[in-house]
């Protein structure tokens, strides 16, 4: 596969942008590659500026689900883009996309956009301060809720509950205040809630997207919701990934949790910049200028964007038996590929639910953050370079969900069956 253009284009990125990406999983980095760069894409397929065609496993990291450049949405957001693209004033279309996510979420009464995911979840954590008073919060090793200081936290040495910074540029004394535990062991929670009183929220993807896919166990979730309303603690679940991609409803649904503040993204705004925030009526009254907790952004409920998730939306809510296409789709490739997998003697295990999947370099179950953490880098490392050279373009790290749209087809998934039976026979005899 010949990638010239590509390498010539990111050589020059890397002059002006800080190592050539404007988002870092992009450069490719964790599996020793550089990047492709992609002229167009269409359906399940990029396609990059040497004319090499990708069938899509990343999928804009979960924004896209009807497929890329899909007719009918390229069509919405031509219409939209006529009646011009920001206003920065009220207009109908912000009303109808707000109907859209409170039905479809009972557990949002009012709710607000913003321009990304990171807003979202840095405004749940605000609003979440200043309706309870109090500063601490409780977040889940491994899950990501977006680059807020708050949360790029990892757990302290030893005993410490307390976080510190897990990036540089994070103040010790804001990190201190957010304290993480452990996805799937309900006692890491229940330690920091008798330690700490001044805990105002505990932040959650419910079902984690950004450690690879990894399940909650039977009825962790709602363990944890035990937990936080017997503390007074307001329950965030950030559904950025899992929204409108493992049910019409998200996580929240399938799982029978009535979180205080949801966060959503990605899907909402079709592949525009988009973030929402919301929640019970009594805590989103808390924001300004109904109460006193600021947020704000120029940007959010920008017309073009809201319409492109409106389509997306509605499209979604009419054609639910797409859901169960896409679990099919994913069954159906998991039960060939650890077939697959176990005849050439490669250690794997498939963590999946509706619209993403995660296969994983081990032979123990993964169901946490330390069973994902210790599986075989190296190996994914050969598995992406193999499946890149293939047509196949999986997520450059193996701590990423592979995401499915409603285009990954039985066609896609035999191609992606009989690329795992070429790649795995390599890398089974090679070790
Ligand atoms: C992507 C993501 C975010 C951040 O969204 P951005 O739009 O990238 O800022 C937050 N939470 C989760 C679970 C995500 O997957």
Known sequence: MNRDKSEALFKKATNLIPAGVNSPVRAFKSVNDS?????????????????????????????????????????????????????????PAEIEIAQLIVDAFPSIELLRLTSSGTEATMSAIRLARGFTGKRGIIKFRGCYHGHVDSLLVKAGSGLATFGTPDSDGVPEDLAKHTYVAEFNHIETVKNIIQEHKDIACLIIE?????????????????????????????????????????????????????????????????????????????????????????????????????????????????????????????EMAKDSILRIAT?????????????????????????????????????????????????????????????????????????TIDSYEKVFRAMGSSS
Request: proline share 3%.
């Open 206 to 330: 419910p079902i984690m997207g950004n450690m690879g896919v990894i399940l909650p166990e039977e009825k962790f979730l709602n363990y944890v919701q035990e937990l936080c309303q017997q503390s007074g603690i307001l329950l965030i679940c950030d559904e950025v990934i899992t929204g409108f991609r493992v049910t019409y409803g998200g996580a929240q649904h399938v799982y029978g949790i009535d979180p205080d503040i949801t966060c959503l993204g990605k899907i909402i705004g079709g592949g525009f910049a988009i973030g929402a925030f919301g929640g019970k009526r009594k805590i989103m009254q808390a924001l300004a200028p109904l109460g006193n907790t600021y947020q704000a952004g120029t940007l959010s409920g920008n017309p073009i964007a809201v319409r492109a998730g409106i389509y997306t939306l509605q499209y979604l809510r009419d054609h639910r038996d797409m859901y169960d296409q896409m679990r099919q789709h994913i």
């Open 343 to 415: 005849k050439h003697g490669v250690p794997y295990r498939i963590n999946s639910t509706t619209g993403m999947f995660t296969g994983f370099f081990s032979d123990r179950d993964v169901t946490d953050y330390e069973s994902a953490a210790t599986c075989d880098k190296k190996a994914y490392e050969s598995f992406f370079k193999h499946m890149l050279a293939e047509g196949i373009f999986f997520a450059p790290s193996q701590f990423e969900a592979s995401i499915v749209t409603m285009c990954h087809k039985e066609r896609e998934i035999s191609k």
């Open 35 to 91: 990047p492709f760069y992609v002229k167009k894409a269409k359906g399940a397929y990029l396609y990059d500026v040497d004319g090499n065609e990708y069938l899509d496993y990343v999928s804009s990291w979960g924004a896209i689900i009807l497929g890329h450049a899909d007719r009918g949405l390229v069509g919405a957001i031509k219409k939209a883009v006529e009646d011009g693209t920001s206003y920065g004033a009220c207009h």
